[in-house]
Each structure stands twice: as C-alpha cells, then as structure tokens.
T-cell receptor
Framework: SQQGEEDPQALSIQEGENATMNCSYK?????LQWYRQNSGRGLVHLIL?????REKHSGRLRVTLDTSKKSSSLLITASRAADTASYFC?????????????FGTGTRLKVLA | DAGITQSPRHKVTETGTPVTLRCHQT?????MYWYRQDPGHGLRLIHY???????DKGEVSDGYSVSRSKTEDFLLTLESATSSQTSVYFC????????????????FGAGSRLTVL
C-alpha cells in the first residue's frame, strides 16, 4: 500500500494547548498537503508545503517537512474547541504524467473547552 | 461545497445490486478523484480521471468502475455491491489554491454514504 500513516491516531488536549500531529509517507513527492475534516463533512485544504521547503506557517498552523525521513508534522498553536476535527496529510506525487493524491490514516483531534 | 456536488448523499442497497454514484463539477477541472473513507483506513483512492475518457486505477479499485464521458461528470459504479463496499465515498477535484501561491489542491464534495445490506 502506498498509504501514509499519521500519529497519533487520536489526541485530546485542553483549549489553549498546542497540538502536534505527524505524518509519514512512502513515495517521492512534489508537495505535501494537510486537510481538515469536521464530523460528517468533506475534507478542506489547510496548508501545503513544497518538497523544497522545510517549514511553513499560516496563522496558527506550522508545518514542517523532512524529505530525507519522508515525514511531516502539523502544529496547531493555542488550540480552540473549534479545532476539534480529523486531520489528514496527503502527498501529491506525479506518476506516469498524472497526479495522484495519497492520504494518510488521519489524526482525530479533540480540544476540550 | 463550492463547485462540486455528489449524488445521492445517502443510499441503502442490497448485496448484488448495481449502484452508481455521481460527482458533478461546475468548474471545468481536468482531474477528478473518487475516494472511500473507512474507520482506521483514512481515505483510499479508488479511481481517478485526468480528462474525458481518461481514467486510471487507485489503491482499491477492485469491484469498482468509473466513467467520464464529459468534463463535468465522473461516475463511480459498483457492478454488484458487496457488504465490504459499505463506506462513505468522496469525490474531489484538483484545482488552484487561493492561498498557496497557485499550487494545486483538492476540493471535496460532501460525501455519499452507502450501506450495502
């Protein structure tokens, strides 16, 4: 399977704390993307990091990428109850001239008020 | 979800019956994808399309077929549904992000929940 893995599978923290989730992948990539899914909804794109970047910030989100280890991490700072959701990484790899997106297994984040 | 709709949103069917799920986009994107989501497995790619009549298999394509006869519609068919195909199915389109310097990202539909009895 090409599917990546994320850990932890589930994370429960208090409001105001930071949440860190990790993603490992298996193939060479053009970029790595993080998505969020609220319960019962479709996924929504959060942030993208290109293969030649090591770190990227967007608001309370910080993403790192280590292509030598085929891993990425997503940090959410000062978490809020509204951040409760599942978070997925996805790798964008061009194969045979077409683009496939392979998702990790996801991290369920619960932020307690 | 802007520009992409899935139908039906919910379906209950019997084992052995054919099922077709439809994904419709209004944004003229070339790439469309079908995923299934199951607990513990995240999203797994079933099939994808990179143009009209151009499709390819994903990780879990057995038991599924797709068709794309026009840009806006991507159909997923289960020829003979089995209980193992009970899942939530998501369609996605690949388009330019408004926030990531023109990089291509996925926009998802709201999902189709399929139960096979």
């Amino acid at each position: 399977s090409q599917q990546g893995e994320e850990d932890p599978q589930a994370l429960s923290i208090q409001e105001g704390e930071n949440a860190t989730m990790n993603c490992s992948y298996k193939t060479s990539i053009n970029n790595l993307q993080w998505y969020r899914q609220n319960s019962g909804r479709g996924l929504v794109h959060l942030i993208l990091i290109r293969s030649n970047e090591r770190e990227k910030h967007s608001g309370r989100l910080r993403v790192t990428l280590d292509t030598s280890k085929k891993s990425s991490s997503l940090l959410i700072t000062a978490s809020r109850a509204a951040d409760t959701a599942s978070y997925f990484c996805a790798t964008d790899a061009r194969t045979s001239g077409t683009y496939k997106y392979i998702f990790g297994t996801g991290t369920r984040l619960k932020v307690l008020a | 979800d802007a520009g992409i709709t899935q139908s039906p949103r919910h379906k209950v069917t019997e084992t052995g019956t054919p099922v077709t799920l439809r994904c419709h986009q209004t944004e003229n994107h070339r790439y469309m994808y079908w995923y299934r989501q199951d607990p513990g497995h995240g999203l797994r790619l079933i099939h994808y399309s990179y143009g009209v009549k151009d499709t390819d298999k994903g990780e879990v394509s057995d038991g599924y077929s797709v068709s794309r006869s026009k840009t806006e519609d991507f159909l997923l068919t289960l020829e003979s549904a089995t209980s193992s195909q009970t899942s939530v199915y998501f369609c996605a389109i690949r388009g330019v992000s408004g926030t990531d310097s023109g990089a291509n990202v996925l926009t998802f539909g709201a999902g189709s929940r399929l139960t096979v009895l």
